[in-house]
């Protein structure tokens, strides 16, 4: 096995950070997180990384020059850090290509609503769970999945759901959510750190990553 040593890139708040980060503190999840950056000087993604010592950048076409300059900048910080596996946290950019060249098969991101649908271009943050509510669904949910050059369309690892309860508003529905991502991501680390996910060399996007049938089984176990 080879010790897990994931990077990190978040735009916002960086709460699902927060309880990777916690994670590894209580020891539930074998793995280091070598460096956090973001696009946003003011993330506070970035306080949380500093707070445990873990070295926080920004990288933004401001401080880099040029879109090229960020993926230059973040090509460098992998190398430097030796990131094998790199974790979006609400990471709002679209992740150079070079970028995911180099870490092939090895980006993964969580999205809050049940992919393929309320996924692709304007569904982010509370924009998913509005349309959800505006179409009066009765279940949503998390999705972790596997990145490449189309967005939100990489292999899917986990899928969550989470029932709405009647008349929850996007709000209610978005706190729901989140708890269920809270509980959702490090699991997901935790298989990657110990193989139950071992990326591929496939180019075929579908093949991403294999997943251990026990893994998944005890995933499922978890909602029942
Ligand atoms: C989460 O809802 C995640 O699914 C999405 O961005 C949000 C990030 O929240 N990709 P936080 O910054 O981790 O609190």
Redo the contacts with the bound molecule.
Sequence with gaps: MTPLRFAAL?S??????QTLLDRIDSRELPANCVFVASNNSRAM?LDRARQKGIPAYHVSSKTEGSEEGVAVKLLNLIEHHSANLLVL??YMKKVPDAVLQKLHNRVV????ALLPEFGGQGFY?HHVHEAVVRQGKTATGVTIHMVNEEYDKGQIVLQRKVNIPSGADAETVGRLV?AK?HDSYWRVLKAFAEDDIVPTDSRDPAHAVQIHPRWLEQMRALDV
């Design positions: 978040a916002g708040g960086g709460s699902n950070l993604a946290a609400g991101n969580i999205h809050p943050g989140l991502e």
